[in-house]
């Protein structure tokens, strides 16, 4: 019988589809990209493949990335594979700024967990994925001009 070393895994690796594939394709570009409508303009994420609103078709474009802490946990357990060296660690969903309500799940690096807060404001950027070949959005605080 062989033992697994659950803290030697990799983290889960994304399963794109029809509909998330866009926004995989832009990441291992290092881009952020999420769902468009073609015809009024609305965001959408996760990503339709026609707008909810006019249900036109959707494309992916390009989004700056900064936005505004909506809510974040801070992980202190080893209970996510691939993260158990990274503890304690905060993941948080962030308000994007073209859009109200457009929000993004995504670590919250170069801070220290006790000064993440809702309402800071934060940055998104395109960082490797450990064992696989994809690359996820994280974000990292910003300064407010
Ligand atoms: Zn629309």
């Known amino acids: 019988m062989t033992t697994v070393d659950w803290s030697q895994l990799p983290p889960p690796q994304p399963l794109p589809d029809a509909d998330s594939a866009g926004f995989w394709q832009a990441t291992a570009n290092g881009e952020l990209r999420l769902c468009r409508c073609t015809n009024c303009g609305h965001w959408h994420h996760p990503p339709l493949e026609h707008c ?3 249900a036109a078709p959707t494309a992916f474009e390009p989004v700056t ?3 505004t802490i909506y809510t974040f946990i801070v992980q202190r357990q080893p209970a996510v594979v691939g993260y158990f060296d990274q503890v304690p660690y905060a993941v948080a969903i962030v308000e994007l700024d073209q859009q109200p309500g457009l929000r ?9 967990i006790d000064e993440v807060r ?3 404001r934060v ?3 395109i ?5 696989g070949e994809f690359q ?3 974000f990292a605080p910003v300064a407010v001009v």
């Open 136 to 138: 996820v959005p994280v």
């Open 118 to 120: 809702i309402g800071m």
């Open 65 to 67: 990335g900064t936005g």
């Open 127 to 131: 960082e490797p994925l450990r064992g």
């Open 104 to 112: 993004l799940t995504g670590r919250v690096v170069d801070v220290d």
């Open 52 to 54: 909810r609103r006019c």
């Open 123 to 125: 940055a998104a950027r």
